[in-house]
């Protein structure tokens, strides 16, 4: 998760800032990954996952509540972190071994 810390943190320390951007990054990729679609759900992943995700990341401060994970990325500048971001994702891809097939039909639901 290297390549996140590319990617500026838009807050202002000045501003009380309690949680590790990076941190926050990786909590709400994490949650993505796992299928979470809105703050709320990636909010209550987090809670959830509080456990797990202490054995990898600090969490000085616990997890975020769905307005922060809001307020960070209504802030978060989308082109720089997609800069971050693919290069993660190009090194995850390439350690993949084997192929994931996809039949449209199966996805369509009709067996």
Not at 13 to 18: D, I, K, M
Not at 61 to 76: D, Q, Y
Not at 89 to 97: D, I, M, N, P, S
């Amino acid at each position: 998760m290297c390549c996140l810390r590319e990617v500026d943190d838009p807050r202002k320390p000045s501003n009380g800032t309690l949680h590790d951007f990076v941190e926050i990054l990786v909590i709400a990729m994490a949650a993505v990954l796992s299928d979470c679609d809105t703050v709320e759900d990636i909010a209550y992943w987090a809670y959830k996952k509080e456990d797990w995700l202490r054995q990898f990341l600090p969490l000085k401060n616990g997890v975020l509540s769905e307005k922060t994970f809001l307020r960070i990325f209504r802030a978060l500048d989308p082109k720089q972190f997609e800069v971050a971001f693919r290069p993660w994702v190009a090194e995850v891809v390439g350690t993949l071994k084997g192929s994931v097939a996809f039949d449209g039909k199966t996805v369509r639901g009709s067996r």
